[in-house]
């Protein structure tokens, strides 16, 4: 656990003084006495490696730093229900922690630990519950100013250190996310070979979801989007009830979640295995954006410098495809493009799918640097219109990778997923 430790102490050096308090995800009630499945707080995680709920790191840096878990004791009746609990003592030996208690325990641990500290960081606005929770904290140190104790005077959002962390991966995080864009390479591998006329969106989702849990990826990144013919042009479609007719694409959106981190892909392919003249013909343009996207996403070039390749590709095919009208230059200065083509090509990726991290220095987008991983995911997304030639009308194509950012280049983690139109017939190919 020596690598959540380092992380520690790099959050440390980096807040120089004051006291952090970090606090686990809260369990969600599904109905009735069940819940959700339990899913981390991603910063937690990040620093501790520790998941149960009910759970808060508390550092405080100075002179003497200090890391402090507060969690659930051990409970061996609530075990038998609901399965192990570390208990203060085993996560303090496992996690590496200076001390642990009870999470029963912590606001009157907090009480103690915050006085005459200069700085409170904590995820401001996060949680009404914790606002309200440590501002009455501060308040009740505040009172016991008479007695010479000082209660913070500032407080900081500890997001702001954390995400900066969080932007570039190490190589434990770099192998994970490898692994993750693996699995659901094959996922999207396993879903091209299985598609066929006539069945249901929901059948597909339920081969990729099979893919990642019998590979140890119990859970998908989010929510799995797959959308066929005319759904494929509403970009967060999540319906996955309609049925597949044949000669229209099949748009696939899905990733899975391992060890904390997610994975990112979107394909799209012909439902009969055979891409159409006008299909084709579109998905070259998508394709060929995305290529150029890539090649541009290296250190010391611009973050927005992938968006402006595909941008600058996407627009002179909307005009071959008689979709837009005028000079590619025309064409993105009124942004008539932005009809079929109307959201950013990247994201940043990590424990989130829509990673943490700022997109800007100041009024300037920020450089690439190794370590660094996002998406490049051009789209098109053509709706019937009067002066859109019918043979293109509901198709939606989207085509998005996983990239980490290198040294040399880029590495693109899911690069086995087939994207070209041979690739992809090839596998389709019913004999």
């Not at 937690?44 to 003497?64: D, I, K, M």
């Not at 700085?119 to 606002?131: E, I, K």
């Not at 797959?226 to 959106?253: K, S």
């Not at 789209?379 to 009308?393: A, F, N, Q, S, T």
């Amino acid at each position: 656990m020596h690598l959540y430790a380092e992380r520690r102490q790099h959050l440390l050096s980096k807040m120089q003084h004051g006291i952090a308090i970090i606090p686990a995800a809260p369990e969600v009630t599904r109905n009735a006495d069940t819940q959700y499945d339990y899913r981390h707080d991603s910063n937690l995680y990040y620093l501790t490696g520790f998941n149960e709920p009910e759970a808060v790191l508390v550092l405080t840096a100075g002179e003497q730093p200090s890391s402090i878990l507060f969690c659930r004791e051990k409970n061996p009746e609530r075990e038998i229900w609901d399965g192990f609990r570390h208990g203060p003592e085993m996560a303090r030996e496992k996690f590496g922690f200076d001390a642990c208690h009870a999470i029963a325990q912590l606001d009157a641990k907090l009480g103690e630990l915050l006085a005459n500290q200069p700085v409170l960081f904590y995820p401001v606005g996060a949680s009404r519950d914790w606002d309200t929770r440590l501002l009455a904290l501060r308040e009740s140190v505040k009172a016991r100013s008479r007695s010479g104790i000082r209660a913070p005077g500032e407080i900081r959002d500890v997001r702001e250190l954390v995400n900066e962390m969080r932007i570039f991966k190490d190589r434990h995080e770099q192998e994970v996310m490898r692994r993750a864009a693996a699995i659901s390479a094959q996922a999207h591998h396993r879903a091209m070979r299985f598609t066929r006329p006539g069945q249901f969106e929901y059948q597909v989702e339920a081969e990729l979801l099979h893919e990642f849990c019998r590979h140890g990826a119990r859970h998908p990144a989010y929510t799995s989007i797959v959308a066929g013919g005319a759904n494929a042009c509403t970009l967060h479609y999540v319906g996955n009830n309609a049925r597949l007719n044949d000669g229209d694409l099949l748009l696939i959106d899905a990733g899975c979640e391992l060890g904390g981190y997610a994975s990112d892909i979107t394909r799209t392919f012909p439902i009969n295995g055979r891409y159409s003249p006008a299909q084709k013909d579109a998905y070259e343009i998508v394709l060929a954006a995305q290529q150029a996207a890539i090649a541009a996403a290296a250190p010391g070039m611009s973050w927005n410098a992938p968006h402006e390749a595909a941008l600058r590709t996407l627009a002179q095919g909307f005009i071959d495809l008689k979709l837009c009208r005028g000079t590619a230059e025309s064409v993105l200065e009124d942004e008539s493009y932005k009809q079929f083509y109307m959201h950013r090509t990247s994201h940043w990726l990590g424990m989130d799918v829509h990673d943490v991290g700022e997109y800007k220095t100041g009024t300037q987008w920020r450089a690439l640097q190794p370590g660094m991983t996002l998406t490049i995911e051009p789209g098109c997304y053509i709706r019937p219109g009067d002066h859109v030639p019918r043979e293109l009308w509901n198709i939606g194509i989207r085509i998005e990778d996983d990239i980490l950012i290198t040294a040399s280049g880029n590495e693109v983690l899911s690069g086995t997923a087939p994207k070209t139109v041979s690739e992809i017939e090839e596998i389709m190919r019913h004999d």
